[in-house]
Structure formats: C-alpha cells, structure tokens
C-alpha cells in the first residue's frame, strides 16, 4: 500500500484503506480449518475464519456489505456448522460494518466485543455513512482544485489516486445507503475461551494500544494470532492509538 501525504490529509475522515495494491480477495488456508480472507481495498479489514466441530467463530467482518456476503458464501463451502461467534477486534468500521450481514445471515449470532470497543462502536459505528460521504466530498475537492487539503499542487500519480479513491467512494456509497448498523450483543473485559468443538479459541485483552479496546485472538493449538490492527504493516496504524502505553507485540498471547 503506497501512502502519500495526499491519503494522511484524508485519512482522519474515514478509517477504510482508500488505496491499495490489491486487486481482488484473497483467502489463504491458514491451518486445517483456519482461514484468513484479505479484502480489495474497499472491502476493508481482513477477516478470520475459525471452523469447530459444532460451531465457527469469525473475527472482523470487514467493510462492505458484499465482501462480507462473498466471506459467508465461502464459510458456508467449508462447513455446513453455523457462525455461532464474531468478534469485533476494535471499533474501526472497517472491521465490523458487516456485522449486520453476518446477523441477518445466521440470527442466532452473538457479537463479541471489548467494553471500550461496544461504546466505541455505539459512538461512531450509526455515523458510518455520514462520514464516508464527507471523505467523497474531500476528495472530489481535492480533484477540482488541483490541490491537496494543505495547499500543495497534487503531482500526476496523486491525481492518478485520487480519482481512483473517488471511484472506490462512490461505489461504497451505493452500499452503504441501506446498511443498518449492527453493534456487539456481548462485551467483555478481560478475556475468555471458547470451545468450537475439538478447536479451542482464546480472546484476550492486552491493553490499550491501536484502540482503547483492541482484542487479540490466539488458536494455542495452531499458535495462530488474529490482532486486528494491532499488527500492520509496514508500520501500525495510530490513528487511535496509545503508543506511549501497552501495544505489545500480542504474540505473547500464550
């Protein structure tokens, strides 16, 4: 992901990435019965598939209202078990915009969220749409000027990506127009485990760090770490964070 001063100028207005390398999604077999699914820039977060013998647990439901349905349609070829489990690893919409998909998908779903995150959710998560409109008007802004927000003449390439961050905007417009918000139906403070049937989950929190409620998921048996944002890269994002605090690398989540 390339980022220039053209993306930090907007990037405050919406947390979904608005350039990106990638092309289309990707999941990869993590381990027998684990899953990471990577989004195109605009589907968002990437996503965790934990599949039990009773039950699968996801991790982040990613942005757009198709990805996630693609990431079901998926789920649903690996198992004919029901997503009894999401958690949102932190409050970030691009990690839990599609929670609503997934409820509507398997209605007995519980939504699982840190404390700090569900209020945060609560907070931000209603004004999604609201935002990413004023990201669109930025943008178009920033094309019809010429200029960034800072008043530097945007270079070719910065053109080049600006119109297309306008082009992913506007596409995430005509999702977002009837997407209902869909908040965590179960908070938690420290951590807890699950059983998914012979696959063993542990959610825990280890500080505050990308966010005042980031969740760390770890699989002790496959030595898997689903962190959310905590880990990025090149360099994590701090937009929320607290860096003179707790970000632990959360690989000693054993």
């Keep these: 992901m390339r980022f220039t001063f053209i ?17 289309e999604r990707k999941v990869t077999r993590l381990a ?16 965790t598939v934990i599949l039990g013998e009773r039950q699968v647990f996801v991790v982040d439901t990613c942005f757009s209202p198709s990805a996630a349905r693609e990431d079901i349609a998926s ?8 997503v009894s489990f999401v958690l949102n690893t932190h409050f970030h919409n691009d990690h839990n915009l599609g929670n609503r998909v997934y409820m509507d998908a398997f209605p007995n779903l519980t939504i699982i969220a840190h404390a700090e995150t569900r209020k945060d959710m609560d907070r931000f998560g209603p004004g999604s ?21 800072s008043g530097v003449a945007l270079t070719g390439e910065d053109t080049k990506q600006v119109k297309e961050a306008i082009a992913g905007q506007e596409a995430i417009m ?8 869909q908040t965590a139906t179960l908070t ?12 063993e989950v542990r959610v825990q929190f280890l500080g505050r760090g990308n966010t005042a409620g980031d969740a760390v998921v770890y699989l002790p048996r ?7 944002d905590l880990v990025v890269h090149p360099i994590p994002y701090i937009y929320d964070g607290y860096i003179g605090e707790n970000w632990v690398t959360p690989c000693g989540a054993e």
């Design 7 to 23: 993306a930090a100028s907007f990037c405050l207005l919406s947390v979904t990435p608005l350039t990106s390398t990638q092309t």
């Design 32 to 47: 027998d019965g684990v899953y990471g699914i990577e989004h195109a820039a605009h589907g968002g977060g990437n996503t």
């Design 75 to 82: 789920i649903r070829q690996w198992t004919d078990k029901p």
């Design 129 to 149: 749409e609201i935002r990413e409109v004023k990201t669109l008007e930025s943008l178009r802004q920033m094309l019809a000027s010429g200029k960034a927000p």
């Design 174 to 181: 005509e999702q977002l127009h009837n997407v209902k918000f």
């Design 188 to 199: 938690f403070e420290h951590g807890f485990s699950v059983d998914l049937g012979n696959r």
């Design 222 to 228: 496959e030595r898997i770490v689903a962190a959310g």
